[in-house]
């Protein structure tokens, strides 16, 4: 949701419910617990953060086991902040054994269930992970300055002041964030140079960076770059979920050239996908140097540049340049590839 005057807004998402119990993880304010209740509003909606309830069933499991029973067998149910208490998972999977239950279990943090003895369910419910709103879902409502700016965290969105909701939040879920920051690990391909191993942090959201480094306002052209990169990285991982658009992510640079570098790297088999991205309007020479770089790659497909600018263009080497705009409706169609 997100504010519209005095109401709040009700973005339709893009993600769909698979057909068996399911792991539904994103960081908070994203719009978990409102995408369950429109895909599921039926079915019972267990809430861990409701303190007596969870209580009771810390003291005493068996209550939860109870409830499960009462219900008709192939029954849905929501468990939401599911991470709060993981040994509620060894009565899931017995009911969906016993009763054929189907499960949707949210919650903030992936890695909070992978501690010792956490019953995962053996590949019994599938992993599905929320990110904020892309500009498909946003539609014309879309603003790429304002993204970078704030952010698209439904949550952001929908605050009277934006400002004070971003400080309220990263104060909130600053350890949890920081720990929720996904790394890119570095491709290995063993070209003639010696690639550079190190990973690369990203956040799930540009309004959380600048939130936790005390920006607010406009855009400084100093920030666009990082900001519009990190943007970039989400955006891939969001459809690389819903559609499959890649088997595995990395960035590449080789370790001889700090200069050099492609952002992200897409492995779909044995093919490859190079993308670099640069927040200037105007493209240089030098702005093209990784993706000319990389064509060494055997299985290198596609080289994109994608840039804030409006006119399309392909050089004599076979790089295409590419506006965002260009990049948002090919990962909308699912035509990132050639």
Known sequence: MVATGSEPRLYPRIYTAP????????PRGVGKSTWAAQQFPNAPRI???????????????????????????????????IQRLPSLLNQVHRFIEEKRHRFVLLGSSARKLKTSGTNLLAGRALRRTMYPLVPEELREDFSLEAVLQHGSLPVILQAHSKKEALRAYVELYLKEEIKAAFRLPAFEGRLRVRERRHPKLYWVDPGIVRALKKHSGMLAAEEKGALLEGWVATLLRTYGELQEVFDELYYWAPAESRQT????????GRQYLAIEVKSNPRISPEALSGLKAISDLKG????ILVYPGKREM?????????PVERLLRALAANKLWP
């Open 47 to 81: 809430d861990l953060l409701d303190e007596a309830l969870y209580q009771s069933y810390l003291i005493d499991p068996d209550i939860f086991a109870g409830e499960l029973r009462a219900l008709a067998d192939h029954s849905w149910v929501v468990v939401d902040e």
């Open 314 to 322: 392909k050089t004599t080497e076979g790089i295409e340049v590419w």
């Open 19 to 26: 057909g068996q119990s399911f792991f539904l993880f994103g």
């Open 300 to 303: 290198v497909t596609r080289r």
């Open 261 to 268: 570098e492609v952002d992200f790297l897409l492995q779909r």
